[in-house]
Structure formats: C-alpha cells, structure tokens
Nanobody, 125 residues
C-alpha cells in the first residue's frame, strides 16, 4: 500500500504561480509512474500530467502544456506540480495519484492505483 499526501494548494490571482507537493510513503520505490489530476465542481476528474518514476519522462494535458511542470524527487519519494500563468479555469481540487505498472492510457484516472486526498486550488480573475 502507498499513501499519498498533497499540500501547497491555495488562492492565487490569474497569472500567478503555485507549487503543489505530494509526499509518498516509503513504498514509492515500487511505483511505475505518478501523476496529477484535477476536478472542478460539477465536472469529471481530468488528467493534468504524469511522470515515469524511473525515467523521468513526462506527459501533459494540452490545456496545461507550457504552463505546468511535473517533477519528482526519488530520494525523498516526492512529486511536484509547478503551475505558472494560472487561469481561472485551472480552479479545482488537485489530486496526486500513482500507478503500480504500465498502462497504455496514462491519462485515465481508472488506471491509477493510489490516490491522495486532494488539495484545493482557486484562481481568481
């Protein structure tokens, strides 16, 4: 079992930046990949970005490319999401998630095995 705990959410004005963190338990070394999803009120959970835990390769949703960066610190079992040039449509609860093994669709929430409790990000216009 892997426990995930997010932090770093908050209220920011449009154009501002936030950095989210996700602390994984000591069993994170067994993971294949970790990612970030978000969910706005009344909407489905959507993929934001992910990183291969070993290679460091990343994938992003088109809506955040060039603005968001996913990174990890293997030594400390930590995942990060640097969000720049934030927009009001980025508002939502952001979730950290982890995969145990490879799947073709890494942008599908159902393919992730572990989830954090979420952290709220609110971008004001």
């Amino acid at each position: 079992q892997v426990q995930l705990v997010e932090s770093g959410g908050g209220l920011v004005q449009a154009g501002g930046s936030l950095r989210l963190s996700c602390a994984a338990s000591s069993r994170a070394f067994s993971l294949y990949a970790m990612g970030w999803f978000r969910q706005a009120p009344g909407k489905e959970r959507e993929f934001v970005g992910r990183i291969n835990w070993i290679s460091g390769s990343t994938t992003y949703a088109d809506s955040v490319k060039g603005r968001f960066t996913v990174s990890r610190d293997n030594a400390n079992n930590a995942l990060y999401l640097q969000m720049n040039n934030l927009k009001p449509e980025d508002t939502g609860v952001y979730y950290c998630a982890a995969q145990r093994s490879f799947t073709v669709r890494s942008d599908v929430a159902a393919n992730y095995n572990y989830w954090g409790q979420g952290t709220q990000v609110t971008v004001s216009s």
